[in-house]
């Protein structure tokens, strides 16, 4: 598609599942982020990845979430034994390359609502 | 950190120019001013961005002070549309992420 994909778009789980939240970025993008934004807050930077690299996993919350890429495409953030503190909208966005220059905009995705009941 | 400020809240009303302030005191040479909205419930929607020059676009005009403390993004005609939380961030040249910090909440009124 023309657009940033993000898989499921909403998802509601049970304490202590685990989750799987897909991204597709703009094809040709070399960068992805994810974001997570809590209901009413602002949006909290995850982690990056330049390729299928991703140089800094210090945003990430705790050793419960990771994520992966692969093929320098598809994305996934993998949350494991879900927290209610986890409920947010997760956000991955995308673009042609990491620095801040021209040319180098971020575009989101509509996000994947999760839900920990 | 932010490196923006922004007012909290704005009105406007509706076919007027919407005009949302953004100081960025510390920026540096090589940094962009990037604008995104977020409209409810939905992903941050890329507006502009500029590094001296004003810029306009189909969305929205850009402008940025000649010292670029500060830039103000211009709704020309705002709509119902265009309630929204809009979000003034700076770039870091070569940051790996873009910082969102409170936004400004415009609310356009009939």
């Known amino acids: 598609g023309a657009g940033v994909s993000q898989s499921p778009s909403n998802k509601v789980t049970e304490k202590g599942k685990d989750v799987e939240l897909r991204c597709d970025p703009i094809?040709?993008?070399?960068?992805l982020y994810w974001y997570r934004q809590r209901l009413g807050q602002g949006l909290e930077f995850l982690i990056y990845?330049?390729?299928?690299?991703?140089?800094?996993k210090s945003g990430l919350p705790s050793d419960r979430f990771s994520a992966e890429r692969t093929g320098e495409s598809v994305s996934t953030l993998t949350i494991q034994r879900t927290q209610q503190e986890d409920s947010a909208v997760y956000l991955c966005a995308s673009s042609l390359a990491v620095t801040g220059g021209p040319g180098n905009t971020i575009y989101f995705g509509e996000g994947s609502w999760l839900t920990v009941v | 950190d932010a490196k923006t400020t922004q007012p909290p809240s704005m009105d406007c009303a509706e076919g007027r120019a919407a005009n949302l302030p953004c100081n960025h005191s510390?920026?540096?040479?090589?940094?962009?001013v990037y604008w995104y909205r977020q409209i409810h419930s939905q992903g941050p929607q890329y507006i502009i961005h500029?590094?001296?020059n004003n810029e306009t676009n189909e969305m929205a005009s850009l402008i940025i002070t000649e010292d670029r403390k500060s830039s103000t993004l211009i709704l020309p005609h705002a709509t119902l549309r265009d309630t929204a939380v809009y979000y003034c961030i700076v770039r870091v040249a070569g940051a790996n992420n873009l910082f969102f910090g409170t936004g400004t909440r415009l609310t356009v009124i009939p």
């Open positions: 510390t920026i540096s040479g090589n940094e962009y």
């Open positions: 500029g590094l001296k």
């Open positions: 094809s040709g993008h070399t960068a």
């Open positions: 990845f330049q390729g299928n690299s991703a140089p800094d």
